[in-house]
């Protein structure tokens, strides 16, 4: 064997030697981890690039072979090109490097995205009946592009599905698009676009039918808000599923526009109803500081007969009070937001030496507009009352009522029992004359307000005032439902429930002409759905506007529960610092 042979030998020998060597030190790092970083661009642009990445796969994981982290890098150049092209960065220059070592190895991209494409020529047509059409007037004014303007993919096509949308809801059926093309100049980063959609015809409103029904048809014609002839919207559809479906007469309500079988340009609207359960049966228990242990039972009739008419009742149980309410109930004109009703009511109440006996019979006639909310009662009220030792007496009243009310809220998306933003206003207004079945006249108004402002992602201010006021000839002959009392849950915490008035000789709160109670609270999130709350309170009933107001402090825990907040406070009178903290406990929305 030749030396020439043994040196060949030799040297084969040593390198099949060394490549396991070679593999364990250079080709595949066992604890190595992998990292990417992205130099250049940030916001969408870096979140889309990270997106498209092939190689973000095996980010934080062992390395698996160097081979396949150069290829996976060196294709990721491409990718992020792609990635920046729908914002308009046609001619970005995307570099790449690998650093490595021992613990971990870090891919390193680096862009320049170079200029940016804009809009040259833009031709957007728009033809058939929509080019008279408001709606579309108002999308194009807001959303057309035009010349010098970035071209960006999502934006452009988010412009596409919005006239496709719209023409679906204000019913052009055979909307399309007859052009719709796009040329890039990447050389003069410049994009030309030519677009036109035929909207053809707009569909009308034709009859509609109900399926199913149990109730009559003068009833289910008032919840449609539309008339057949009227051009097709969607919206009105979906508003009258809506008020359907919160009618509490429906388990299940469809409706379907029947576009095949179209007829003279109008659409038949199919509307499936099937029946909720007819009788519902509520049992409730519960705590709260004003009231004590309560417990509730309740009936309701969803529908007496055909004409929609339904029967609703409940008796409330509490170591305060008990009270049972029946209600009789008419659809208005228009059934979702109109009513009538006729009411009866027996309230007993003892509490803190103060014992009343309220009989009323009503009428209420409610009426919804949109936010707003507005009530006319008329109401005949017999009330036997006593404060302390004194002895019983009694007062009748017809008593003729208005009361408005606004609400408006936004809701956390995380969490739809926390409100975020919203407000609530309220004006009632009630009286009564001596001439008209009452033992004297009198006049009354109460207002009241809540804000609620979300500061940041953690805090809340939480802001609350109420004033009411009357005037009487006999303010004796007023039993307490018509006086103003404070104190309690929702008035000044720190007090008991109507525990702040004037008082009588015996040393009773009999309640007074004028009444204000207000708070200022911020509460705080320190966890997912807990919260904790710090306030203040003032506020008094008086029988003269310039008596002295009581004023409180205190702090608190909120659970948002599943059903709402769940509040539970602490507060002391700054009046009276001899008395005890004192605990309210409270459930219910924010508003």
Known sequence: MSV?????????????????VISQTTWQPPDAKLAIKIDGIEGELLSNARIFLSLKTLEGETVPSIFRVRYLTRIGEQEIRNALEPFGFYNANVTSEIDENEDIWTVRYIVDIGPVTTYDR??????????????????????????GQVFNHVAYERFKAN????????GYYDASFTEHTVKVETTQQVANVSLVFDSGERYLFGDTTFCCAFLGAPLLERFV???????????????LQVDLAGSDYFNRVEVSPQWQNTEDNRVPIDV?????????????????TDTGARITLGFDRRWVNDRGHRLSSVIRLSEVQNTGFVSYIIPGNNPARDSYSFNGEITDRSFEEQRSTLYRTSFKDLRHYDRWHRTYQLAYQREDFAFGDEPTESSSFLIPSIEWSLIESSNLPENRNIIDDGYRVSIMLQGAHETALADTTFASIKVGAKWIHRINEEWRILLRSEVGALRADNFESLGPTLRFFAGGDHSVRGYAYQQLGPENADGVVVGGKYMTASSVEVDYSFKPNWRVALFTDIGNSMMHWDERLKQTVGFGFRWVSPIGPVRLDLAMALDEPSKPWRLHLTLGPDL
């Open 163 to 170: 006239l496709r949308n719209l023409a679906a809801e204000r």
């Open 225 to 239: 808000q539309y008339r057949s002839g009227e051009p097709f919207n969607t919206r009105n559809l979906l508003d």
């Open 272 to 288: 499936a109803l099937t029946p909720n359960e007819r009788d519902r049966y509520q049992v409730g228990l519960g705590y709260g």
């Open 122 to 147: 833009v031709d957007i047509q728009l033809v058939g009946n929509a080019q008279n059409d408001s709606a579309f007037q108002k999308l194009l004014q807001t959303q057309k592009p035009y010349s």
């Open 4 to 20: 020439r042979v043994v040196q060949g030998l030799l040297a084969l020998f040593l390198m099949l030697f060394s490549l396991p």
